[in-house]
């Protein structure tokens, strides 16, 4: 139990682009889902976080208009990275926490993507 | 400011002995840590947790210990197979939110 999907995989996409990743919990429901990114060897970042209904609640140093969420439903979020650049490139990586375990994190496969 | 470190970046382990890998924090508000093992290009997978009220858990080849004076836990797996070489992140959080702070991660290998 307690899987959390991701998609796409991976994505290359061309400078000024915007592109939306879906986070899915498959066989629960998620109060909360959250989302990081993770560059080469370095540590998982909490980029946001993301109550279903409300708005997410955004890291400091990230920026709400170019990172947008979307949490429509107890078991989907989205993180569209509006106008892209290759500073953007990375891992992007959400999990969701359990209704009733909230301390408790399951993570997506993780996104690479790729900014040309 | 990092609020959880761990202070190692490797560890190389001969399999069947033990591996201990390290983890310490600063803040006190800390209630709630966990483990994950992470595979490079996916996301991390939960090993095992353990609350503030506790000072040990474990689960299989899995112990976790916690020492609050210190602000001090590790995780202990034995017998290390070679199948337990990734890279493993502590993480701790307040239980007023769900916010979990990472680690830097540990990179363990375990050689035959």
Known sequence: ?116 | DQQVKQNSPSLSVQEGRISILNCDYTNSMFDYFLWYKKYPAEGPTFLISISSIKDKNEDGRFTVFLNKSAKHLSLHIVPSQPGDSAVYFCAASDGNTDKLIFGTGTRLQVFP
Not at chain 1, 1 to 8: D, E, F, I, N, Y
Not at chain 1, 57 to 71: A, C, P, R, S, W
Request: charged share 15%; hydrophobic share 35%.
């Open chain 1, 1 to 116: 139990g307690a899987v959390v999907s991701q998609h796409p995989s991976w994505v290359i996409c061309k400078s000024g682009t915007s592109v939306k990743i879906e986070c899915r919990s498959l066989d629960f429901q998620a109060t909360t889902m959250f989302w990081y990114r993770q560059f080469p060897k370095q540590s998982l970042m909490l980029m946001a976080t993301s109550n279903e209904g409300s708005k997410a609640t955004y890291e400091q140093g990230v920026e709400k208009d170019k990172f947008l969420i979307n949490h429509a439903s107890l078991t989907l979020s989205t993180l569209t990275v509006t106008s892209a650049h290759p500073e953007d490139s990375s891992f992007y990586i959400c999990s969701a926490s359990l209704l009733a375990r909230t301390d408790t994190q399951y993570f997506g496969p993780g996104t690479r993507l790729t900014v040309l």
